[in-house]
């Protein structure tokens, strides 16, 4: 059996200050977990929350990262810089990093192949859309996002990696998916990979769930054959509800 791997995303919440409150809350609620607890901050929260969560249960992991080591992209962040202060994970190619800024499949590889690189664990999202879901497109989609967006990774690479599936139109409103629909599209992502890695890496890989999970809803979803952990938006900014989801699964 599989542990879980429970990601909070925070998103662009939380200054110094809130990130120290809420970490430093959260520490002793997840402490006798057997999950692993990871939580993804805003750039700015990195070394706080690295030095705050040393020596306990919690990793964390940044938003995104540029495949490039150094050079002129204003605004980008290399994954060097992350290892060299302690961060361990990376989410890429989130819903909201491809709708708002542009990402596609070639870039989310491209960032993923950096951060594996230099040792980073990156947590891939991937998704549909309500309409594409509705006019009978779900499939095709996830298979265009894992084909195309894991084009180059190699079957030790995908050892390092996990999988986010988030269907855009549970992500941040409240509607989640049902156990059986996530369940079911997480079984069908990972077919996909099995196609190309065989069975054996594929029953290996962890493929979370994400979409308004919370503290009400976790249990039943984290009890699915195929979930293999969250990723969790909204209610991991708030460290009773990310560590009841974190504890909802002995
Ligand atoms: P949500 O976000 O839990 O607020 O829906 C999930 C995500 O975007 O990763």
Same mark, same amino acid.
């Given at each position: 059996m599989k542990n879980k791997i429970i990601a909070g995303n925070w998103k662009m919440n939380k200054n110094r200050v809130e990130a120290e409150q809420l970490i430093t809350e959260l520490i002793p609620l997840v402490a006798d977990s057997k999950n692993t607890v990871i939580i993804c901050v805003p750039y700015t929260d990195l070394c706080k929350a690295v030095k705050l969560t040393k020596g306990t249960n919690i990793h964390v992991g940044a938003q995104n990262c540029h495949w490039?080591?150094? %050079?002129?992209?204003?605004g980008e962040i290399a994954p060097s810089m992350l290892t060299e202060i302690g961060v361990e994970y990376v989410v890429i190619g989130h819903s909201e990093r491809r709708t708002y800024? %542009?990402?596609t499949d070639a870039t989310v590889l491209l960032r993923t192949k950096a951060a594996l690189a230099a040792g980073l664990k990156p947590i891939v999202c991937i998704g549909e859309t309500l309409e594409e879901r509705n006019s009978g497109n779900m499939e095709n989609v996830l298979r265009r996002q894992v084909v195309e967006g894991f084009k180059d990774i190699t079957e030790a690479e995908l050892n390092n990696v996990i999988v986010a599936y988030e269907p855009v139109w549970a992500i941040g409103t409240g509607v989640t998916a049902t156990d059986e629909q996530a369940n079911d599209a997480i079984k069908f992502v990972r077919s996909v990979f099995a196609e190309k890695y065989g069975k054996k890496a594929a029953s290996a890989l962890y493929i979370q769930y994400g979409g308004s999970m919370n503290d009400a809803n976790a249990k039943g979803l984290l009890a699915?054959?195929?979930?293999?952990?969250g990723l969790i938006g909204?209610?991991?900014?708030v460290a009773t509800k990310f560590s009841a989801i974190v504890n909802s699964h002995k």
């Open positions: 490039k080591e150094s %050079g002129a992209y204003t800024f %542009g990402e699915m054959s195929d979930i293999d952990g909204g209610a991991s900014l």
